[in-house]
């Protein structure tokens, strides 16, 4: 089990600064079981709290997401 936080503090994305990006914090979380001795299964969570954050002026990011892995190592 983990968690991970993420931040950034607000950023400009031209020389006259007029484009601002603020800053954001991020949330993330891991769960891995070992099923056998050759099969685990990993769950990684995202951005928990569905946070709309950008990490440069235009670019939207992924808001909540997640992915399972199985590995089965011989």
Known sequence: I???LQAAGKTYGDL???EV???YGLLNARLGYQITDALKAQVK???LLDKDYQTRY???QDRFNG???ITYTM
């Open 2 to 4: 983990g968690f991970g």
């Open 16 to 18: 006259e600064n007029t």
């Open 21 to 23: 990006t603020a800053g």
């Open 45 to 47: 969570l995202n951005n």
């Open 58 to 60: 235009g670019y939207n």
């Open 67 to 69: 992915f399972v892995t």
